[in-house]
């Protein structure tokens, strides 16, 4: 299974941007998939998950300003970022599993495949 992740960019504070990983080699249907985000010197942080049936979770500091989805038929999820702030920017990595329980979907170390990630810079 390979994630390719896209979107990433610089933007002024405020501003929208639209991030996208899509997979080969396996379906999506049945994975949780997942954002995170890290930067230098910190752990890699949860943002959001979604799993087969379509429910959500957020990190708090998210809700209301990014929304994830997914595209079964292409094989892909996205990340809808809006009202961004200057601490937002980081590399964004998406991931995905198919084995991994709803407690511990915000568990890096429970994702069995990552894509390269995204960096997405925010200026204020």
């Known amino acids: 299974v390979q994630l390719q992740a896209s979107g990433g960019g610089l933007v002024q504070a405020g501003a929208s941007l639209r991030l996208s990983c899509a997979a080969s080699?396996?379906?999506?249907?049945?994975?949780?998939l997942a954002w995170f985000r890290q930067v230098p010197g910190k752990e890699r942080e949860f943002v959001a998950t979604i799993r087969p049936g379509r429910s959500t979770v957020y990190e708090d500091s998210v809700k209301g300003r990014f929304t994830i989805s997914r595209d079964n038929a292409k094989n892909s999820v996205f990340l809808q970022m809006d009202s961004l702030k200057p601490e937002n920017a980081a590399l964004y990595y998406c991931?995905?599993?198919?084995?991994?329980?709803?407690?511990?979907?915000?568990?890096?170390?429970?994702?069995?495949?990552w894509g390269q990630g995204t960096q997405v810079t925010v200026s204020s």
């Open positions: 080699g396996r379906s999506f249907r049945d994975a949780t």
């Open positions: 991931a995905a599993d198919w084995h991994i329980i709803l407690s511990s979907v915000r568990r890096p170390d429970q994702y069995s495949y």
